[in-house]
């Protein structure tokens, strides 16, 4: 079974631009986190999605956006961009069914603002 | 609240010496518990889990955790360290329905 699929890898975007990562769940998952991963910051929760809706949000401004469509694929999207906000973005995938909480991550999408 | 706290942000041993790697969390309610593994330059692997059921887990590449409500920690132990096992680790807790928190991350140094 494939794992979960971040597009794309690298990007490089300046200040005020916005940008989208994609990221395609394991077959079968329903639900989809999101993660931003920074040296001072660690790994600090975005949301997460369950059929197409969202469930939990972390502490990040409105500039940070998320969706899930139909086929549980993801998206998020960060506006007017700053320079804080280069980091390494992780999804996760997860059945989340009673007894399996279990979050299988993909490689990420390295985020880097000029 | 919960929460997680990793013992040490850096841990240098030597190959073939012990592996430990402290976690303790804080949680109202028996909690799922997990470890993941981060090389450089790539996401976070699945080493293993405490779904309540056997309180010592075995994972992948040899590492073991074993779960203790009483000390309300989930160390992270291996026998014999070995060069490849060089990598970050993050413990984290999830309550049902809920997200997932991480610890700060430990980073394991092998010295040959």
């Known amino acids: 079974k494939a794992g979960v699929t971040q597009t794309p890898r690298y990007l490089i975007k300046t200040r005020g631009q916005q940008v989208t990562l994609s990221c395609s769940p394991i077959?079968?998952?329903?639900?989809v986190s999101w993660y931003q991963q920074t040296p001072g910051q660690g790994l600090q929760f975005l949301f997460e999605?369950?059929?197409?809706?969202?469930?939990n949000k972390g502490n990040f401004p409105g500039r940070f956006s998320g969706r899930q469509f139909s086929n549980s694929r993801s998206e998020m999207n960060v506006s007017t961009l700053e320079l804080g906000d280069s980091a390494l973005y992780l999804c996760?995938?997860?059945?989340?069914?009673?007894?399996?909480?279990?979050?299988?991550f993909g490689p990420g999408t390295r985020l880097l603002v000029l | 609240a919960q929460s997680v706290t990793q013992l040490g942000s850096h841990v240098s041993v030597s190959e073939g010496a012990l592996v430990l790697l402290r976690c303790n969390y804080s949680?109202?309610?028996?909690?799922?518990l997990f470890w993941y593994v981060q090389y450089p330059n790539q996401g976070l692997q699945l080493l293993l889990k405490?779904?309540?059921?056997?309180?010592l887990v075995k994972g992948i590449n040899g590492f073991e955790a074993e779960f203790k409500k009483s000390e309300t920690s989930f160390h992270l132990t291996k026998p014999s360290a070995h060069m490849s096992d060089a990598a970050e680790y993050f413990c984290a807790v999830r309550h049902r329905a809920q997200k997932l928190v991480f610890g700060q991350g430990t980073r394991l140094t092998i010295n040959p």
């Open positions: 405490y779904t309540s059921a056997a309180t």
């Open positions: 077959s079968g998952h329903r639900s």
């Open positions: 999605y369950f059929s197409e809706t969202q469930r």
């Open positions: 949680s109202s309610v028996p909690p799922y």
């Open positions: 996760a995938s997860s059945l989340l069914r009673a007894g399996e909480e279990t979050q299988y």
